[in-house]
């Protein structure tokens, strides 16, 4: 059982030998508490729940592997989360953070203003996003917009209006941050998503990013 951490690029995964896989995506800004450790000690590394949690991790990881079912899965999921949100705070850092990134997710695109918004320097806002979140808010901000750009290509392949409509300078700016965040043009991305029989803009789509990179999460995958 592996932690994903917030990734600065996507990481294709093509899994194999696996019959059963549960991935847990935590939203941003709540890891740090559930998880025990600062978002940023975990950007861009997998690393064993066991590493993180000790030995309820493994505890956890074989309660998983003798489950019968997916809902008997879940549940034992739920329950150790559940049991380690009770043993831990709700630190102001991750607060500031949460209330930062409705800010981005909705119309506000400057951490500048975001930052003056809620009251604090930008510098302030750097630091307590990086920690609860793992990444910077102006990457934070990106993702975000790559993701609005994902979602429209399921019914437009005009990706001038749809870097327009996305928030980018011109389409150029979305070339340059999808191959910089995905490694791909927006027309190879489109390609893979095809290829893999995904349909393209829907959350499977947006999941072959695995992951944007303010996404972390638990991965829970079962061997043949």
């Not at 059982?1 to 941003?28: E, H």
């Not at 590394?45 to 879940?74: F, K, N, T, Y």
């Not at 979305?174 to 029989?197: E, M, N, S, Y």
């Amino acid at each position: 059982m592996c932690v994903a951490g917030p990734r600065t690029q996507a990481l294709f995964k093509n899994a194999t030998g696996v019959t059963r896989a549960v991935i847990l995506q935590f939203k941003p800004g709540w890891s740090a508490q559930l998880l025990g450790v600062a978002a940023s000690a975990l950007t861009d590394q997998i690393v064993h729940l066991e590493d993180i949690w000790g030995r309820s991790g493994g505890d956890l990881c074989l309660e998983l592997l003798a489950a019968r079912s997916l809902p008997e899965m879940l549940d034992r999921v739920s329950h150790a989360i559940a049991l380690r949100a009770h043993q831990t705070f709700d630190p102001a850092s991750a607060r500031l953070a949460r209330r930062a990134i409705r800010l981005l997710e909705g119309d506000e695109v400057r951490v500048e203003s975001v930052a003056e918004r809620l009251g604090v320097t930008a510098r302030h806002l750097r630091r307590a996003f990086t920690e609860s979140v793992g990444i910077g808010p102006k990457d934070f901000a990106r993702a975000i917009r790559l993701q609005r750009a994902v979602g429209m290509a399921a019914t437009s392949k005009d990706w001038g209006r749809i870097a327009a409509d996305a928030g980018y300078y011109d389409q150029a700016h979305l070339i340059a941050d999808f191959r910089a965040l995905v490694g791909l043009t927006p027309g190879a991305f489109v390609k893979r998503a095809g290829d893999r029989g995904v349909r393209f803009g829907s959350c499977e789509a947006e999941a072959a990013l695995h992951d944007t990179p303010e996404r972390l999460g638990l991965d829970f995958q079962r061997p043949t």
